[in-house]
């Protein structure tokens, strides 16, 4: 079945440096995707989509400028945290959307984000 | 502004009940109502879509239904078993987007022996 790679599934950095998630569609062209972040035992909380080739489109609240999203390609999007803090430390989840395929998602399995 | 709620944090039941979560949404008329199931540090699988037309699906020991007029949905897991223990995720699609997904917080469902 269709699959959504997150790389690294954990990590941490220190306070003030930038990290970089990677979410990838395996096996399927991804025309979408979309960000998610979770605090424990807490919803999924979506920050922006992604298009493929174009900027993405983030919710209210969440600062663009912290939160680098690029799609460059149709089966990569990247997150990338900016300058982190302790409270940007959370579970970050990408979900990829198959749109030559009925729009079927498929979410990614996070990747713990840890700021010291 | 759109709202969704799972109206249990926990429900715990005994091995080959049923087990019903119950989804209720507010300020939104969602076209589809998604399930998901979430292990811990794991990201959610999909286990079914309801769309507002539909009345109730079923795949396997699972079924949903979807009332537009209470703006709720049931999720049942009929003879449930410990490997249903979970965390279970509602979802609705928002404006804009097929998969745009507002999620409830989940209910973490224990299935004992």
């Known amino acids: ?116 | 502004s759109q709202k969704i709620e799972q109206n249990s944090e926990a429900l715990n039941i005994q091995e080959g009940k049923t087990a019903t979560l119950t989804c209720n949404y507010t300020n939104y008329s969602p076209a589809y109502l998604q399930w998901y199931r979430q292990d811990p540090g794991r990201g959610p699988v999909f286990l079914l879509l309801i769309r507002e037309n539909e009345k109730e699906k079923r795949k396997e020991r699972l079924k949903v239904t979807f009332d537009t007029t209470l703006k709720q949905s049931l999720f049942h897991i009929t003879a449930s078993q410990p490997a249903d223990s979970a965390t279970y995720l509602c979802a609705f699609s928002l404006s804009g987007g097929y998969n745009k997904l507002i999620f409830g917080a989940g209910t973490r469902l224990a299935v004992h022996p």
């Not at chain 1, 979408?32 to 919803?43: A, E, G, L, N, V």
């Open chain 1, 1 to 116: 079945g269709a699959v959504v790679s997150q790389h690294p599934s954990r990590v941490i950095c220190k306070s003030g440096t930038s990290v970089k998630i990677e979410c990838r569609s395996l096996d399927f062209q991804a025309t979408t995707m979309f960000w998610y972040r979770q605090f424990p035992k807490k919803s999924l909380m979506l920050m922006a989509t992604s298009n493929e080739g174009s900027k993405a489109t983030y919710e209210q609240g969440v600062e663009k400028d912290k939160f680098l999203i690029n799609h460059a390609s149709l089966t990569l999007s990247t997150l990338t945290v900016t300058s982190a803090h302790p409270e940007d430390s959370s579970f970050y989840i990408c979900s990829a959307q198959d749109g030559f395929s009925g729009n079927t998602i498929y979410f990614g399995e996070g990747s713990w984000l840890t700021v010291v």
